[in-house]
């Protein structure tokens, strides 16, 4: 088993910047893929970001990528999430996700464990 703790979300305003942060603990997270989903309320949860176990393949969704970073440190079994340039569309709950593979991919029903999630608000 995998538990993941977020971090670092709040509220902001439109063209500020956000860290968040995944800690994770137990199993072999070394060798599993990390990112970050997203619901905002009434939506579906959605793909934001991805990346490999040796951080060398990164996958965005159109709606961040040049906005957001993201990047692991497998010493600190970490996943991080820098955004930029936020827009009142990026509110959402942020939720941490591993799955047990070397890709992610970008569907929510193939993410073997979730984080409790991170309320990240941004005020126009």
């Known amino acids: 088993q995998v538990q993941l703790v977020e971090s670092g979300g709040g509220l902001v305003q439109a063209g500020g910047s956000l860290r968040l942060s995944c800690a994770a603990s137990?199993?072999?997270?070394?060798?599993?893929?990390m990112g970050w989903f997203r619901q905002a309320p009434g939506k579906e949860r959605e793909f934001v970001t991805a990346?490999?176990?040796?951080?060398?393949?990164?996958d965005y969704s159109d709606s961040v990528k040049d906005r957001f970073t993201i990047s692991r440190d497998n010493a600190k079994n970490t996943v991080y999430l820098q955004m930029n340039s936020l827009k009142p569309e990026d509110t959402a709950v942020y939720y941490c996700?591993?799955?047990?593979?070397?890709?992610?991919?970008?569907?929510?029903?193939?993410?073997?464990?979730w984080g409790q999630g991170t309320q990240v608000t941004v005020s126009s």
């Open positions: 996700a591993v799955r047990d593979e070397v890709l992610m991919g970008r569907r929510a029903d193939r993410v073997t464990y």
């Open positions: 137990g199993g072999t997270r070394n060798k599993y893929a």
């Open positions: 990346i490999n176990p040796d951080g060398n393949t990164i």
